[in-house]
């Protein structure tokens, strides 16, 4: 059954395997590039995501040092898939899932940040994160969170 809801992360993920594995596009088509967008203002961070992520997991890398940043990155297509930090200047990961909520962008957030209260996870997932992965992040559990959503 197809999930409904503009929003709804069950929706997302759905769409997302459908885009993959859609058997009536060529083989070729249906493994294209994901633009995947690390947002943290840590440099650090946003390296150690990246050099996590699964060997041959074909890609299209963007930074963003801010939320700002950020959203006009997803609005542009750079970000189907986001990695999130929470605490960054300018605009934070909760106002960047605000705002695309509100304007109904097409993106997969999975939120990386060292605040691990239980609030935040609850309150990120409201606002329809994938999934919160604590930092530092670890290789073995982004490719379980991937795995789980059929991303890798």
Known sequence: ????????????????ILRLFNPLQPRKARFMTIPLLICDDSNMARKQVAKSLPA??????????????????IREGKGEMVFLDLTMPEMDGYQVLEAVKAEGLDAMIIVISGD??????????????????????????????????GLM
């Not at 059954?1 to 997302?16: D, I, V, Y």
């Not at 209260?117 to 982004?142: C, N, W, Y």
Request: glycine share 8%; no cysteine; hydrophobic share 40%.
């Open 1 to 16: 059954m197809r999930p409904k809801g503009k929003n709804n992360p069950a929706k997302r993920e759905w769409l997302s």
């Open 56 to 73: 041959g997991w074909d890609v299209e890398i963007t930074f963003a040092t801010n939320g700002l940043e950020g959203i006009q990155a």
């Open 116 to 149: 691990i209260q239980p609030d935040a996870h609850a309150r990120v997932t409201k606002l329809g994160a994938m999934d919160f992965i604590q930092k530092p992040v670890s290789p073995e559990k982004l490719h379980e969170v991937l795995r789980r959503f």
